[in-house]
C-alpha cells in the first residue's frame, strides 16, 4: 500500500467518549426522561443541547421536523404555516428519541441550539418559510415533557408529578410548573376541550408538548391498573388535547407511537382498541414525519463516531488508491459485475461518504441488516462501528496491519466489544444462537488472542507470498464476511442465502494489484474447503458465473460437525448391516405367500450362501429379498450373483448342481450394482446421524436435539427412497416352450416407482411376462388350456405339485385355493372330472372338496355322455330306428348325411374339401386346445416366410371373429429395426410389456 496516504485512523479523531469507553458507547440509546430529568452522573452528554447539535448529523427531515416546531411556537403571526400536531411513527432505532431531544432544546434553550450547525439550518428554513428570520428566543416558549416509557399509569412519583395521578393531572402539574392553585383549578375537566385550551392559554407563553411512547402507557400500563375510570379519563384527555393543540396559537405537539405495523408489541383486545382510538385521533389531527433517511446513514455514523471531518485530499488520495484494482480486468469480471457492485460507478463519491468505511460494508449495513427485526439500524450500527474504530485504532497505534477503508471483513471478531456489539445488536435472534454464533466465531474465524481459530490459523501458516504484507488477514477476513451475512439467518435481499463467492473474494481485497484475483481464489477455497477449512459450513454448490457458491455459517452446523466426526468411524460392516435391516423392513409379499432374506456372508461365496439357505420350499409362492451386500446385477459385477442364482435355481452344473424341486415358485429382488453405491453413502450418513442424536451434548441440548432429530428423519427417508430404486431386478425361472429348456429370466424397471421390494409390484410385473396369473385370471378354461395331455390321469397331489415346481405352469395368486377353485369350476363346466383310483367320476360340491393332497384322485377328460336307451352318444328326441338296415336304394338319408345336408353340404364329395369350391365343415362340437412350436430362420427361406404369414393371417382372422376364448403365447423374433418399432407400439397399445435388445 502507498504510505503517502494518511491512515483514516490518523486523519479522523475519534470522540473522545468512545476513547475513554475503549469502544463500547453506552449512551447510543438516548433518553428523553434522561435529557430532561437527569442530575449528576445520570445526565447525559447529550442534555447540553451544545454538545447535541455537536453530535446530530442535521438530515434533511430532521430539520424540517425542528423548523416546522420552531415556527408553530416562536413565529408569532405565521404560526399557521407550521403543522401543529407531529406524529413519529418509524420503528425502532429510527432516531426518534433523537429527534424528541432535539425538539425539547429548541424549545427549552433555543439559543444554545440555534447556535449549532443543525439550528442555524432550522433557522434558515424557517426564514424561508415565513420571509423573515426568527426570533432567537422563540418567545420563551415552555415545554411539557410526558416521557411515558417511564410512567406507571395510576401512580405518580412525588418529585416528578407531585399530587397528581392520571395522564391529564400529570399534564397539568408540568403545564403549571407545579403551581398547585393553577392545577387544583382545571383538574376536574379532563375532557372539557374549552378548559384545557384556556389552561394552555393560562401560561401566556408558546407550548411546546412532547409525548414519548404514549403506547407504553395507554396499552398494557392502562391495562395494568385495573382501573376502566381511569383509562377512560386518560383516552378522554388525549382526544380533547389533539383537537386542542390545533386550535390554540403558538402550541405545537410532538408524539411519538410507533406504526402499528411495525410495532409487534402484544396487547389486549381493550389495550388495542385504545390504540386504534388513537391512530385515528392522529391521523385527523396530525402527521406522521420521520427524521432519517437511508442516504444519512453514512453521515449519521461519521458525525456520531469522530469529531472531526477528513480532509478532501484525505479522501481523494484514498479513492485513488482503489482504483487500480477495481478497473482491473480479472477482478471486474469475476468479482465486481459478479456482486453488482453499483458503488463504483460513482467511486470517489461514495468513497467521500462512506469514509472510513468502505462502500460494501456501509450497503452491508443500511441494506440488509436495517431490514432484520429487531435491528434498530442507526443505534446498533454505531455500536458495532465504534467498537470497530477502536479497536482497528489501537491495532494501526501498535504498527500492526490496518485496512485503507474498513470493509465487511474487516470487523475484528477477537475483539469482545466488536463480537458482543454484533451478537446483541438484533441480528441474532435469540440467546442460544447468539450463543452457538460466538463459539463459531472464536472456533471458525479468530479466537480473542488473535491466535487460533480454523481461518486465522490458515493466515499464521501461510507460506510467504508477495502480498502477505499488503494482506495479513485474507483468509480471517473472508471468514468475518461469510459470518456476518450469516448470522442475520434469513434470504438476504435479491441475494439468497449467506454469501456468494464473489463476494466473500471482495471483502479478501486490498488496494494492491499484487494480490490478484487468483490469490482471492485461492485463499477463498482454502477457507471453505470443508476437510482443511470451516467445518460448520452449508456450501449450495454453484452453477457458472450466474449462479456462484454460496456459503452459510450456520448453528446446525455444530450438530453437522459431531456428524462429520462420527461418519469417519463407521465400518462397511456397519453400513451393509443397515441397508440389510432397512430392506427387510421396506420388503412386503403382496401375493406371495412367504418372504424369506437371505443375508450376506463375506467368509463364504454368494454361491454357497445361497446353497445353504433353505429355499426350496414346497407349495409355497414365495419373494427372496437378496442382501446388496453380498449380491447384486449389472457395472461388470453381476457374475458371483449370477452364479449363485443359477446354482439355487437347481440349473447348476456338475458339482454346483443341487436337487431343487421348487425352484419355479422362488421369485428372487436384485439390488443394481450402480443403485447400491448411493445407498452405501446414504447409509452412512443415516448411521452418522443416528449416533448424534444419540450423543449426550445432543441429548442435553433441546435445540441441536430438534436439528438431531429432524436431519436423521431426513436422512432416513432418502436412505429408503434410494434403497427402493436400487432393487429394480426381479428374477426367476422361466420356461416358456413346455418342451424347451429352462432358463433364468430377468426383468428390470428404470422406473423409480418399482421396487422388487414391494411383492405386489412384482407380481403385476410378472403377470405381464406370464410368469403368474393375476388375480381373477385363474379361470376353469385358463386351467385347462395349461394342462397337456400328459396332465390327465395325474393325481392332484401331482398337479398340485407342477403349479409349484413346473416353471411351464404360471403361479397362482392364490395358490391352493385358486386352484382349487379352477378345477372345482372346470368340473361343474364339464370340461374336466376327478375319478378314483378304479376310472370312476368323484362328485365334487364345493372348491373346498377338492382335495389338493389326494394320491388317489385323478384329473381326468370328461367321459362323452351317452344316451341310456340306445347307447348313442347323448342326443335330444327320440332314439332312431336301427332294427333293419336300410335298402341300398332307400331314399331314407342316415343321421350324418341328414346332418350333412342340414349344414349344406349334401351331394358334396368329401374328397374336394382342398378344392376351391370347397365348403368347410363346421364343427359342432366343444372348442380345441392347440399347442405348438417352431423355430425358423427366414432369412434365405421364403417358403417357409410365406407360410407363416398365412399362418398369422389365419390368427388374425380367427381373432377378428372372436373364434379365440384364450391366448397364451411367448414369442422370441428376431426383425429390422423399423419392424420392431411398429411391434413395440402396437404391444404398447395392449399393455403388454416386451424386451427389445440390439443384436
Request: with cysteine; proline share 5%.
Amino acid at each position: 500500500m502507498t504510505t503517502s496516504v494518511t491512515p483514516w485512523w490518523k486523519a479522523l479523531k475519534i470522540r473522545e467518549e468512545i476513547l475513554n469507553a475503549s469502544g463500547q458507547i453506552d449512551d447510543v440509546q438516548m433518553s428523553l426522561f434522561r435529557a430532561v430529568h437527569g442530575t449528576a452522573t445520570d445526565r447525559p452528554p447529550y442534555a447540553d443541547a451544545a454538545y447535541y447539535g455537536d453530535i446530530t448529523h442535521p438530515t434533511e427531515r430532521l430539520i424540517d421536523l425542528l423548523t416546522e416546531i420552531a415556527v408553530r411556537v416562536g413565529g408569532g403571526d405565521d404560526y399557521l404555516k407550521a403543522r401543529a400536531v407531529t406524529r413519529l411513527d418509524q420503528g425502532m432505532g429510527g432516531g426518534k428519541s433523537h429527534a424528541c431531544i432535539g425538539a425539547f432544546h429548541l424549545a427549552a434553550n433555543p439559543a444554545a441550539l440555534l447556535s449549532t450547525e443543525l439550528g442555524e439550518k432550522v433557522a434558515k428554513r424557517a426564514k424561508a418559510k415565513m420571509g423573515r428570520e426568527l426570533a432567537r428566543d422563540l418567545g420563551g416558549p415552555h415545554v411539557v415533557v410526558l416521557p411515558c416509557d417511564n410512567m406507571t399509569a395510576g401512580a405518580g412519583v412525588q418529585e416528578l408529578d407531585g399530587p397528581a395521578v392520571s395522564l391529564y393531572e400529570r399534564f397539568l402539574w408540568r403545564l403549571f410548573s407545579k403551581d398547585y392553585s393553577l392545577y387544583e383549578r382545571y383538574q376536574p375537566f379532563w375532557s372539557d376541550k374549552h378548559k384545557i385550551a384556556e389552561a394552555i392559554r393560562a401560561v401566556n407563553r408558546p407550548v411546546l408538548i412532547i409525548i414519548d411512547e404514549v403506547l407504553d402507557y395507554i396499552g398494557n400500563g392502562l391495562d395494568g391498573t385495573n382501573k376502566p375510570d381511569l383509562a377512560a379519563q386518560d383516552m378522554a384527555f388525549l382526544r380533547a388535547l389533539l383537537d386542542v393543540v390545533n386550535d390554540v396559537p403558538h402550541v405545537a405537539m410532538l408524539v411519538v407511537m410507533i406504526a402499528s405495523d411495525a410495532d409487534k408489541t402484544a396487547l389486549s383486545p381493550a389495550g388495542k382498541e385504545r390504540r386504534d382510538d388513537l391512530n385515528t385521533l392522529l391521523e385527523r389531527n396530525g402527521l406522521p414525519a420521520t427524521v432519517t433517511e437511508v442516504s444519512d446513514f453514512a453521515d449519521i455514523l461519521r458525525r456520531r463516531l469522530f469529531d472531526t471531518e477528513p480532509a478532501a485530499e484525505v479522501l481523494a488520495a484514498t479513492a485513488r488508491l482503489y482504483e487500480p484494482v477495481l478497473g482491473d480486468n480479472g477482478w471486474s469480471k469475476h468479482v465486481w459485475e459478479q456482486i453488482g457492485a453499483d458503488w463504483r460507478r460513482h467511486w470517489s463519491d461514495e468513497v467521500a461518504a462512506c469514509y472510513p468505511f468502505h462502500p460494501m460494508l456501509v450497503s452491508l449495513a443500511k441494506d440488509e441488516w436495517s431490514r432484520v427485526t429487531g435491528f434498530q439500524r442507526v443505534r446498533s450500527t454505531i455500536r458495532i462501528f465504534a467498537a470497530t474504530v477502536f479497536a482497528l485504532q489501537q491495532r494501526g497505534k501498535a504498527g500492526e496491519w490496518v485496512p485503507a477503508l474498513i470493509g465487511p471483513g474487516d470487523l475484528p471478531l477477537s475483539e469482545s466489544t466488536v463480537r458482543e456489539a454484533l451478537l446483541g445488536s438484533g441480528l441474532v435472534e435469540d440467546d442460544r444462537t447468539i450463543a452457538n454464533y460466538r463459539s463459531l466465531a472464536e472456533i471458525e474465524v479468530v479466537n480473542h488472542e488473535g491466535s487460533s481459530g480454523t481461518a486465522r490459523r490458515q493466515d499464521l501458516e501461510r507460506p510467504e507470498v508477495p502480498w502477505h504484507g499488503d494482506n495479513p488477514r485474507a483468509a480471517e477476513r473472508a471468514a468475518t464476511f461469510i459470518f456476518l451475512v450469516s448470522i442475520v439467518g434469513t434470504l438476504r435481499p435479491g441475494r439468497g442465502r449467506g454469501a456468494s463467492a464473489p463476494e466473500v473474494k471482495a471483502a479478501t481485497s486490498v488496494p494492491d494489484t499484487s494480490y490478484t484475483i487468483t490469490d482471492a481464489d485461492i485463499v477463498v477455497e482454502e477457507v471453505v474447503n470443508q476437510e482443511r477449512g470451516i467445518s460448520a459450513l452449508d456450501i449450495a454448490r454453484g452453477q457458472g458465473n450466474n449462479k456462484p457458491a454460496r456459503y452459510f455459517m450456520s448453528t446446525r452446523l455444530t450438530h453437522q460437525m459431531l456428524v462429520k466426526d462420527i461418519r469417519r468411524t463407521i465400518t462397511e460392516a456397519e453400513r451393509d448391516q443397515v441397508i440389510a435391516d432397512f430392506a427387510q423392513k421396506l420388503a412386503n409379499s403382496g401375493p406371495f405367500r412367504e418372504l424369506k432374506f437371505i443375508p450376506a456372508d463375506a467368509q463364504r461365496t454368494a454361491a454357497d450362501v445361497m446353497a445353504t439357505s433353505g429355499l426350496d420350499m414346497a407349495y409355497t409362492n414365495r419373494l427372496v429379498v437378496l442382501d446388496p451386500a453380498q449380491f447384486s446385477l449389472r457395472n461388470g459385477m453381476e457374475k458371483p450373483t449370477m452364479e449363485a442364482l443359477t446354482v439355487a435355481m437347481g440349473l447348476g452344473q456338475g458339482v454346483q448342481q443341487l436337487p431343487v424341486q421348487w425352484a419355479s415358485s422362488a421369485v428372487y429382488a436384485v439390488a443394481n450394482t450402480q443403485r447400491r453405491s448411493l445407498v452405501r453413502g446414504l447409509a452412512v450418513e443415516y448411521l452418522a446421524r443416528q449416533r448424534a442424536l444419540a450423543a449426550p451434548e445432543v441429548q442435553n441440548d433441546s435445540e441441536l436435539k430438534t436439528i438431531g432429530t429432524k436431519e436423521l428423519a431426513t436422512a432416513k427417508e432418502q436412505l429408503e427412497k434410494a434403497l427402493k430404486r436400487a432393487y429394480q431386478h426381479v428374477v426367476f425361472l422361466a420356461q416358456p416352450d413346455p418342451d424347451g429348456e429352462r432358463y433364468l429370466d430377468e426383468l428390470t424397471y428404470d422406473d423409480d416407482n418399482f421396487t422388487a421390494l414391494n411383492g405386489t409390484a412384482v407380481w403385476k410385473a410378472l403377470a405381464a411376462r406370464d410368469k403368474v396369473f393375476d388375480v381373477g385370471e385363474f379361470t376353469p378354461r385358463a386351467l385347462q388350456h395349461n394342462l397337456r395331455d400328459q396332465d390327465y390321469g395325474k393325481t392332484l397331489s401331482d398337479i398340485r405339485a407342477a403349479f409349484y415346481s413346473a416353471p411351464r405352469l404360471p403361479l397362482l395368486y392364490g395358490g391352493d385355493r385358486d386352484l382349487q377353485q379352477a378345477i372345482h369350476d372346470a368340473v361343474d363346466q364339464g370340461l374336466v372330472s376327478i375319478v378314483d383310483g378304479n376310472g370312476t367320476e368323484v362328485a365334487v360340491t364345493g372348491p373346498g372338496q377338492v382335495n389338493l393332497a389326494s394320491t388317489s384322485l385323478r384329473l381326468s377328460k370328461p367321459k362323452p355322455q351317452v344316451c341310456p336307451t340306445c347307447g348313442e352318444p347323448s342326443h335330444d328326441g327320440s332314439c332312431a330306428d336301427t332294427s333293419e338296415p336300410a335298402a341300398p336304394n332307400d331314399t331314407t338319408q342316415s343321421g350324418a348325411a341328414s346332418a350333412a345336408q342340414t349344414n349344406g353340404v349334401a351331394g358334396q364329395d368329401s374328397g374336394a374339401a382342398g378344392s376351391s369350391d370347397a365348403v368347410p365343415q363346421q364343427s359342432g362340437g366343444k372348442d380345441q386346445k392347440a399347442v405348438f412350436s417352431f423355430t425358423c430362420n427366414l432369412l434365405a427361406d421364403d417358403d417357409t416366410a410365406d407360410g407363416l404369414a398365412a399362418l398369422f393371417r389365419s390368427f388374425f382372422m380367427a381373432l377378428d371373429e372372436r373364434q379365440i376364448s384364450y391366448l397364451q403365447s411367448t414369442f422370441q423374433v428376431v426383425l429390422s429395426a423399423e419392424g420392431a418399432e411398429q411391434i413395440r407400439q402396437r404391444l404398447d397399445e395392449l399393455g403388454i410389456s416386451a424386451t427389445f435388445k440390439e443384436i
